[in-house]
């Protein structure tokens, strides 16, 4: 258990060091030769640490009778923590979507199924948070006197935007899908992917709420399940029975009652009544 916290504390504390490292050296700015060798030296034995618990708990694994595939899913998940793990997926979904999108394709949605926009409300937001990123960079590159660090906060900002970009594209290319068997999927993104299967369904409605919260927020008896876009959501569904979801860092939890925006309610809600016994 010893090496595998080792291993755990190093990917938390080396892995985003080396990521600044490496945004610094992408801006131009220059390292004394001693400070990037001392850098690649303990990257070095961050891996050899990794490869060491890795090879163990593969082998156990293997011992165990798992295949080998699943053999190193487990190792993997008993080193990387769940978050880093979920973040690392969605960021590379969520960049994966930017494709998706300038290819006005979308992901999950089949023939004769129902795709439920939901980006409305954020639409303005997003566009408004990469040009106050755009005006910042460029306001940045009068104010800042010094080359290394606007170099540094310039890669910063490309990425921030970058970023927002794919949020959005990830928003827009993963909708709400009602599907052909009756069953609903509700997506935010990538950050959030539920399944509602056709007979878990009691009541649909269109119902315009305000509620105050982050994206997913949970009523405090943990029955009540909001997905907040733009402070809103505009349907609630409510189920015959809890359903298992996962919240974007790994957290789990169940719900009765789902609350969710769409863009278009009334086609989703009908189309669900329709499909749904």
Known sequence: ????????????????????????????????????????????????????????????????????????RAAVRAVVPVPVRRLVRQEMRAAASLGWWVLRRRHGVREGDLAAAYTGPQTAMMYGMVFVSVVETVALSFLIPWPAVHRVVLVLDVYSVLLVLALHAACVTRPHVVRADGSLRIRYGALFDLVVPPDAVARVRVDRRYPEGRLV???????????????????????????????????????????????DPRALVGALRTLTP
């Open 1 to 72: 258990m010893s090496g595998i916290r080792a291993a755990r504390i190093a990917v938390a504390c080396v892995v985003p060091a080396e990521l600044g490292l490496m945004v610094c050296l992408a801006a131009g700015v220059r390292f004394p030769g001693w400070a990037l060798a001392a850098a690649e030296v303990l990257v070095f034995g961050v891996l050899l640490l990794e490869v060491r618990v890795l090879r163990g708990l593969y082998a156990a694994e293997r011992r165990r009778g798992a295949e080998r595939g699943e053999a190193w």
């Open 217 to 263: 927020t949970v009523s405090e008896d943990g029955t009540t399940l909001d997905l907040i876009v733009g402070s809103q959501t505009t349907v609630t569904l409510e189920l015959n029975r809890p359903l298992p979801y996962t919240r974007p860092l790994g957290a789990r939890g169940e719900a009765s009652v789902i609350r969710f925006h769409a863009d």
